[in-house]
């Protein structure tokens, strides 16, 4: 596990970044904000912010005197898939194309590969791209 994951890991385990993250899915938010919606001290808080931001699940943006922050989806999206696909737990990737056993009066739509194969030079062997299934969020 990369440093980076452990770190996502490590924001997401307490309970209060959790329900920061829950606030900032919704929309983003000052740190004034967030502080109002929790019976914690504002050092508490912003220690929580920060373990987030360092961790790249939420990002800060200074306009005036006040901080804004925001959910940085892409980040919990890519670590919790990354970490799905580690267990063992993503869904096998969807077929393109009917399974040849099947007996349905529908003509098999071509899949990438074949499809790939009639646009590219026929001197030239198509180039073969990873399912999702195969590619590495790290």
Do not use: C, N, W
């Amino acid at each position: 596990m990369t440093r980076a994951t452990q770190q996502v890991f490590h924001a997401l385990a307490a309970p209060p970044r959790r329900e920061i993250l829950k606030h900032l899915a919704a929309s983003g938010l000052t740190a004034g904000e967030i502080s109002s919606r929790f019976d914690m001290a504002k050092p508490s808080i912003s220690q929580h912010l920060t373990i987030l931001e360092t961790a790249g699940l939420i990002s800060r943006e200074k306009r005036g005197q006040f901080v804004h922050y925001a959910l940085v989806r892409q980040t919990l999206a890519d670590v919790l898939t990354g970490f799905m696909g580690d267990v063992g737990a993503l869904p096998p990737a969807p077929e393109l194309a009917p399974a040849p056993d099947d007996a349905s009066s529908e003509p098999a739509k071509p899949t990438r590969k074949a499809k790939a194969a009639t646009t590219a030079d026929p001197d030239e062997a198509p180039e073969e791209k990873p399912l999702p299934t195969q590619m590495s969020m790290f």
